[in-house]
């Protein structure tokens, strides 16, 4: 089960990290990522973390995204510097087995929180 948390209304140029807190004791064996869905978009990639943590982040955010993980606190962290309005979304973790870009490949996910960045 997957908790997401840290969401919230910030200024454009603000910063936010939110956190995935799983439950669980096999939290190291999976690949975390993050995706997120603004209002009347589909849901895209954001960033996904390797079980040995090396990451990949899609083009929108790269430079300004950063994810991370804590095995020992099962939990995955999404870093958000220099926020943009259409970094407005609702942004979900997810577990997977694979490190994908696609949604297809994470079997759990979290509820989502919602990040609004006005300008």
């Known amino acids: 089960q997957l908790q997401a948390s840290g969401g919230g209304l910030v200024q454009v140029g603000g910063s936010l990290r939110l956190s995935c807190a799983a439950s669980g004791r096999t939290f190291s064996s999976y690949v975390m990522g993050w995706f997120r869905q603004a209002p009347g978009k589909e849901r895209e990639f954001v960033a996904v973390i390797s079980r040995s943590g090396s990451s990949t982040y899609s083009d929108s955010v790269k430079g300004r995204f950063t994810i991370s993980r804590d095995n020992a606190k099962n939990t995955v962290y999404l870093q958000m510097n220099s926020l943009k309005p259409d970094d407005t979304a609702v942004y979900y973790c997810?577990?997977?087995?694979?490190?994908?870009?696609?949604?297809?490949?994470?079997?759990?996910w979290g509820q989502g929180t919602l990040v609004t960045v006005s300008s």
């Open positions: 997810a577990a997977g087995q694979i490190v994908s870009r696609s949604d297809s490949r994470f079997g759990s």
